[in-house]
């Protein structure tokens, strides 16, 4: 057991990290509406895994119950190495873990210390194990530089208060970078996370886009021959 355990480590480092099974989880597109009044958020519900597996039934909002504090990440929000396991991360974790540990922080002092902790796992794994470079990079948006993102929603002393932390990779290594999102009387909107995928739908790009728009076409081609339907019908009825 221990023997074919110790050979199936070693072949795994010989191959690379993507041939012995490697993996990220990435997606999420996420749309935001904020004012000093309300936050709306709408998020979608597909993971890609880098093995080409898709999932459509993942829940990407984390809630911090004790701070009144949502918790959304967009990008790769998870590396697993089955080869070296201590360099795997995970940002809703790494959330988790990091809400859970020392005293009360505010809200920019937790997202502070995600980034960090975040950016942290990125480096460690790229210095010990350079090829998980191709994995964890693969997704890497060179017109961003960004990894993966988190943004935190929440109350603090009665306001209301947003922050994005992009884990960006620059210059040979990942680094964090907070910024406040602006809150005003007026209700405005913005997209995070793969928003190509959202103008890939619109503009018919894709093969599932084009199929995406067939269906909505005939859809509403059904509706309006229902409703046309039922007009005609209506005005038997009067006669």
């Keep these: 057991m221990f023997r074919s355990t110790l050979v199936r480590l070693i072949v795994a480092m010989l191959l690379g990290?993507?041939?012995?099974?490697?993996?990220?989880?990435?997606?999420?597109?996420?749309?935001?509406?904020g004012s000093t009044d309300k936050i709306v958020v709408a998020v979608d519900s597909r993971t890609n895994v880098s093995d080409g597996?898709?999932?459509?039934?993942?829940?990407?909002?984390?809630?911090?119950?004790?701070?009144?504090?949502?918790?959304i990440s967009t990008g790769t929000a998870s590396y697993y190495s089955?080869?070296?396991?201590?360099?795997?991360?995970?940002?809703?974790?790494?959330?988790l873990?990091?809400?859970?540990?020392?005293?009360?922080?505010?809200?920019?002092?937790?997202?502070?210390e995600w980034g960090e902790s975040v950016a942290g796992a990125i480096n460690e794994a790229l210095r010990q194990k350079p090829d998980s470079r191709?994995?964890?990079?693969?997704?890497?948006?060179?017109?961003?530089?960004?990894?993966?993102?988190?943004?935190?929603l929440g109350v603090e002393d009665r306001t209301l208060v947003a922050f994005d932390n992009v884990v960006e990779y620059r210059f040979g290594q990942a680094t964090p970078d907070l910024k406040p999102l602006p809150l005003t009387g007026q209700m405005t909107f913005g997209g995070f996370g793969k928003t190509r995928v959202v103008d890939e739908l619109l503009a018919g790009k894709t093969p599932?886009?084009?199929?995406?728009a067939q269906r909505w076409q005939a859809e509403a081609r059904f509706r309006q021959r229902t409703e046309?339907?039922?007009?005609?019908?209506?005005?038997?009825?009067?006669q």
Excluded: H, Y
């Excluded at 809400?99 to 997202?111: E, V, Y």
């Excluded at 599932?208 to 995406?212: L, P």
């Excluded at 046309?228 to 009067?238: A, C, D, I, T």
């Design 17 to 33: 990290d993507s041939l012995a099974g490697a993996r990220t989880r990435t997606g999420t597109i996420v749309v935001l509406g």
């Design 53 to 71: 597996r898709i999932d459509d039934s993942q829940c990407k909002i984390t809630r911090l119950r004790d701070r009144n504090l949502l918790f």
């Design 82 to 95: 089955p080869s070296m396991k201590s360099l795997s991360w995970d940002a809703e974790k790494i959330i």
């Design 97 to 112: 873990k990091v809400n859970g540990g020392g005293g009360p922080k505010s809200i920019r002092g937790l997202a502070t």
């Design 208 to 212: 599932f886009a084009k199929a995406e």
């Design 134 to 152: 191709n994995t964890i990079l693969r997704e890497v948006d060179p017109s961003n530089d960004g990894i993966v993102a988190g943004l935190f």
């Design 228 to 238: 046309m339907l039922e007009k005609q019908s209506n005005g038997l009825k009067r």
